[in-house]
């Protein structure tokens, strides 16, 4: 299953290294930082990095996500500063990575670097029903570990 979804190059570095699946079954498409210089992200800092692009999903049944790239947070400890960032299908700006540096050393963000991946999700819209009282169930209003552990 595929849906279209337009986009805009809006800055011209990033023409040549457009986001695109590694492989068939690729789940994510990487996005690059669109910078001109090395950015160094200190320990404990978060950075704002622009990838040149800017999308438009259109069907409100499809959602875009920011995910972190695996081995940037492992081994490097880069990951997203809001943890996931959502792209609702309406949105038409810039895609913004904020990037979290959650290790004890410096690093290096180069020009062009592959530093987040975007996964388009399909999205159900709820409608809310008002309710006095719900029906009763075995876990009712347990939270968290109510369940066990194994």
Known sequence: ???????????????????????????????????EHVQTLNPSETFLIPTGISIFIKDPSYAGLILP?????????????????????????ELLISCWNRSNKAFLINPLERIAQLVLVPIMQAKFNLVDDYDATNRGSGGFGSTGKT
Do not use: F, T, W
């Not at 081995?71 to 792209?87: E, Q, R, S, T």
């Open 1 to 35: 299953m595929s849906i279209i979804v337009d986009y805009k190059i809006l800055n011209p570095i990033i023409k040549e290294h457009l986001p695109k699946y590694a492989s068939e079954g690729s789940a994510g498409l990487d996005l690059r930082a669109c910078i």
């Open 69 to 93: 790239r695996s081995g940037l947070g492992h081994k490097h400890g880069i990951v997203l500063g809001n943890l996931v960032g959502l792209i609702d299908s309406d949105y038409q700006g």
